[in-house]
């Protein structure tokens, strides 16, 4: 009822507008003399007439009372333009052929048509505009108190900050200014707001001024501009938040809803380089995309960045019928119109994937479902095998049965010289799908990343828990180091990656430099506004059976090929030889049946070049 009346008032003060912008359109061409009562009135309401019959019209056809005018934008503003231009060109041309039939008198104005529709355009658009600025005038604020904030980049994302934080004053944050390292924006303002130098210049302002927060509105700062922010505001004592990474925000807004406390993955972030998206578009627009693991932490970041690109459908086949379900939930609200089919499944079970295959037809699949523990696979290794090795060979022979034109292999750094069950499982897997692809000459290809920030059981969620207890956080070894990449780009770089193939290829993601674990440990520890060694102990337990000091992610001697992403590398130089594959696969099939823990790691290393894992199995009590 609000709105309807709100809507008639609009169209009552159109009214008043059109009747004052059509007169006063020949007031302003020919002032009010007696010559304009006696020869230019009757023209001048003939216009009058013409423009409220048609104006309102044409304004209501181009949505003008159906806007919500107090969130007016450019668009609105275009939409104005549009509208009233429209709606005077008609109206100029019923003027123009009612004087060629002689019914407007001789005192009939071309000019004053101009007028008229340049004065509509202030009219028309300056009410709308002056809801705006009513509504944003008259926004409630809350009874807390104002928060001064210094907004890190002045760029589109923190422009569109502060705007959210200028429209809803009930956030009670006021931007003081922003800090960007842009030369060209020194000296300069924003939305008002000074830019109030560059980033080094941090530690002054916060000196200067009483400032609230820091907020790094930079969604592909890397992860030294993070680090060098946290730094500053811990020794100063401000709180601070930064945006997502950009690819967190992947086909999501930049608001003020998306700020969060800064996290490890940001200070480990690399400044992003997106290529070739037409690429991934190609391979996934319209397909029906089937995703293995798809409860798991990579197989749902597989599905929300595959969702963005419009596939005709979405298969999510996972195991745990919860983490399927969480999922489901998750797209299907980000993604309504999409066609989602939740399918529960175990890629052991050959049958079952057959009657999906036959039923759904996926075009593309995506394996990421995979037993990925380290120390839970060696106290289990027949899991491993069932699960990594049986489950890939059947996902793969059923893709060639069913005609699957793209086949992609979610595979680690742990399968390269693999010291562990589960390295050595994954680089069977990996041998079954460019096997497969030697065999068919079909695009299945196969991506290798090192470990991924938070995902379900690694090491972050651990530190996290072992903070929250109060300590110690437990590190087996102080030199221990790996690769990292947060979720969201290894993701993305995955997607590059497969639409990169042409089939058997295997693919590395650049990770970057090696992380120490201990100097992890102590970040997140000052993340959390603690002191390493004095509110949180560290304590070292000593290298566990599998686990090497540091990963790489190609063997000795292979060589890289650049592909058109620089963070994206091709083995060169062949592969595992796989003529034996089958009698090789059969016997550890067999060693799992029979439940041969000790047979399967000596058959594992007989196999697998470089692998060591003989005399790493661990006790059920020694895992976690």
Same mark, same amino acid.
């Given at each position: 009822?609000?709105?309807?009346?709100?809507?008639?008032?609009?169209?009552?003060?159109? /009214?008043?507008?059109?009747?004052?912008?059509?007169?006063?359109?020949?007031?302003?061409?020919?002032?009010?003399?007696?010559?304009?009562?006696?020869?230019?009135?009757?023209?001048?309401?003939?216009?009058?007439?013409?423009?409220?019959?048609?104006?309102?019209?044409? =304004?209501?056809?181009?949505?003008?009372?159906?806007?919500?005018?107090? =969130?007016?934008?450019?668009?609105?503003?275009?939409?104005?333009?549009?509208?009233?231009?429209?709606?005077?060109?008609?109206?100029?041309?019923?003027?123009?052929?009612?004087?060629?039939?002689?019914? /407007?008198?001789?005192?009939?104005?071309?000019?004053?048509?101009?007028?008229?529709?340049?004065?509509?355009?202030?009219?028309?658009?300056?009410?709308?505009?002056?809801?705006?600025?009513?509504?944003?005038?008259?926004?409630?604020?809350?009874?807390?108190?104002?928060?001064?904030?210094?907004?890190?980049?002045?760029?589109?994302?923190?422009?569109?900050?502060?705007?959210? @934080?200028?429209?809803?004053?009930?956030?009670?944050?006021?931007?003081?200014?922003?800090?960007?390292?842009?030369?060209?924006?020194?000296?300069?303002?924003?939305?008002?707001?000074?830019?109030?130098?560059?980033?080094?210049?941090?530690?002054?302002?916060?000196? #200067?001024?009483?400032?609230?927060?820091?907020?790094?509105?930079?969604?592909?700062?890397?992860?030294?501009?993070?680090?060098?922010?946290?730094?500053?505001?811990?020794?100063?004592?401000?709180?601070?938040?930064?945006?997502?990474?950009?690819? #967190?925000?992947?086909?999501?807004?930049?608001?003020?809803?998306?700020?969060?406390?800064?996290?490890?993955?940001?200070?480990?972030?690399?400044?992003?380089?997106?290529? &070739?998206? #037409?690429?991934?578009?190609?391979?996934?627009?319209?397909?029906?995309?089937?995703?293995?693991?798809?409860?798991?932490?990579?197989?749902? $970041?597989?599905?929300?960045?595959?969702?963005?690109?419009?596939?005709?459908?979405?298969?999510?086949?996972?195991?745990?019928?919860?983490?399927?379900? #969480?999922?489901?939930?998750?797209?299907?609200?980000?993604?309504?119109?999409?066609?989602?089919?939740?399918?529960?499944?175990?890629?052991?079970?050959?049958?079952?994937?057959?009657?999906?295959?036959?039923? =759904?037809?996926?075009?593309?699949?995506?394996?990421?479902?995979?037993?990925?523990?380290?120390?839970?696979?060696?106290?289990?290794?027949?899991?491993?095998?069932?699960?990594?090795?049986?489950?890939?060979? &059947? !996902?793969?022979?059923?893709?060639?049965?069913?005609?699957?034109?793209?086949?992609?292999?979610?595979?680690?750094?742990?399968?390269?010289?693999?010291?562990?069950?589960?390295?050595?499982?994954?680089?069977?897997?990996?041998?079954?799908?460019?096997?497969?692809?030697?065999?068919?000459?079909?695009?299945?290809?196969?991506?290798?990343?090192?470990?991924?920030?938070?995902?379900?059981?690694?090491?972050?969620?651990?530190?996290?828990?072992? /903070?929250?207890?109060?300590?110690?956080?437990?590190?087996?070894?102080?030199?221990?180091?790996?690769?990292? !990449?947060?979720?969201?780009?290894?993701?993305?770089?995955?997607?590059?990656?497969?639409?990169?193939?042409?089939?058997? $290829?295997?693919?590395?993601? &650049?990770?970057?430099?090696?992380?120490?674990?201990?100097?992890?440990?102590?970040?997140?520890?000052?993340?959390?506004?603690?002191?390493?060694?004095?509110? +949180?102990?560290?304590?070292?337990?000593?290298?566990?059976?599998?686990?090497?000091?540091?990963?790489?992610?190609?063997?000795?001697?292979?060589?890289?090929?650049?592909?058109?992403?620089?963070?994206?590398?091709?083995?060169?130089?062949?592969?595992?030889?796989?003529?034996?594959?089958?009698?090789?696969?059969?016997?550890?099939?067999?060693?799992?049946?029979?439940?041969?823990?000790?047979?399967?790691?000596?058959?594992?290393?007989?196999? +697998?070049?470089?692998?060591?894992?003989?005399?790493?199995? !661990?006790?059920? @009590?020694?895992?976690?």
């Amino acid at each position: 009822m609000k709105s309807r009346f709100r809507n008639r008032f609009v169209l009552l003060t159109d /009214i008043l507008l059109i009747a004052i912008s059509a007169l006063g359109s020949y007031v302003l061409r020919l002032e009010l003399t007696a010559d304009f009562f006696r020869f230019y009135l009757p023209a001048a309401l003939w216009l009058l007439g013409t423009s409220l019959l048609v104006k309102p019209v044409v =304004y209501y056809f181009f949505g003008l009372y159906r806007r919500l005018w107090r =969130y007016a934008s450019i668009n609105e503003l275009k939409l104005i333009v549009a509208a009233v231009s429209t709606a005077s060109l008609v109206v100029a041309g019923l003027n123009f052929g009612l004087f060629w039939l002689g019914v /407007i008198a001789p005192g009939f104005s071309r000019s004053a048509l101009a007028i008229d529709w340049l004065l509509s355009l202030v009219f028309v658009g300056g009410a709308r505009f002056t809801l705006r600025i009513l509504a944003e005038a008259n926004a409630p604020r809350s009874s807390g108190k104002t928060r001064k904030i210094v907004v890190v980049g002045a760029g589109s994302a923190g422009a569109l900050m502060v705007k959210e @934080m200028q429209k809803n004053r009930q956030l009670n944050l006021e931007t003081v200014g922003f800090l960007d390292d842009d030369p060209a924006k020194q000296n300069h303002s924003l939305l008002g707001l000074p830019v109030l130098g560059k980033l080094p210049d941090l530690a002054r302002v916060l000196d #200067e001024q009483p400032i609230d927060e820091v907020i790094i509105a930079i969604p592909s700062a890397p992860g030294r501009l993070v680090r060098l922010v946290a730094d500053i505001c811990r020794l100063k004592g401000v709180p601070f938040r930064t945006m997502p990474g950009i690819f #967190e925000l992947l086909g999501g807004k930049v608001n003020v809803s998306r700020l969060r406390e800064v996290e490890i993955a940001d200070l480990l972030r690399r400044e992003p380089v997106r290529l &070739n998206d #037409e690429a991934i578009g190609e391979t996934i627009i319209g397909k029906t995309v089937l995703v293995t693991g798809a409860g798991g932490s990579i197989g749902r $970041e597989l599905s929300r960045q595959i969702a963005r690109w419009a596939p005709g459908r979405l298969i999510l086949l996972g195991h745990g019928e919860n983490s399927i379900f #969480e999922t489901l939930l998750e797209l299907g609200e980000n993604f309504p119109h999409l066609d989602i089919l939740p399918l529960i499944a175990d890629v052991r079970d050959a049958g079952r994937l057959d009657a999906i295959f036959a039923e =759904y037809h996926p075009q593309v699949v995506f394996h990421a479902a995979a037993h990925k523990h380290v120390p839970l696979m060696e106290a289990n290794p027949t899991e491993a095998i069932t699960n990594n090795v049986l489950g890939t060979k &059947n !996902m793969v022979e059923t893709a060639d049965k069913f005609g699957v034109e793209r086949f992609v292999l979610i595979s680690t750094d742990k399968a390269v010289s693999p010291s562990n069950v589960y390295g050595a499982t994954k680089r069977l897997a990996e041998m079954l799908v460019l096997d497969a692809a030697r065999r068919t000459g079909k695009l299945f290809t196969v991506v290798r990343f090192g470990n991924v920030l938070g995902s379900r059981g690694s090491i972050i969620p651990k530190f996290k828990h072992q /903070i929250a207890a109060g300590g110690p956080l437990t590190i087996t070894h102080p030199e221990m180091e790996r690769f990292f !990449m947060t979720i969201p780009e290894a993701v993305y770089l995955v997607l590059q990656a497969s639409a990169f193939g042409k089939g058997g $290829e295997v693919f590395v993601l &650049n990770m970057g430099k090696q992380v120490r674990i201990l100097g992890l440990a102590e970040d997140l520890i000052r993340l959390s506004g603690l002191e390493p060694g004095r509110d +949180i102990e560290i304590v070292f337990t000593g290298i566990r059976p599998g686990e090497k000091l540091s990963e790489v992610l190609w063997d000795a001697g292979t060589l890289l090929e650049k592909t058109a992403h620089p963070d994206i590398f091709r083995l060169g130089n062949g592969s595992d030889d796989t003529s034996a594959l089958p009698e090789w696969v059969a016997r550890l099939l067999a060693l799992a049946q029979a439940n041969d823990g000790a047979g399967i790691s000596q058959a594992l290393d007989e196999i +697998i070049p470089g692998a060591q894992i003989v005399g790493t199995q !661990m006790d059920l @009590m020694d895992v976690v």
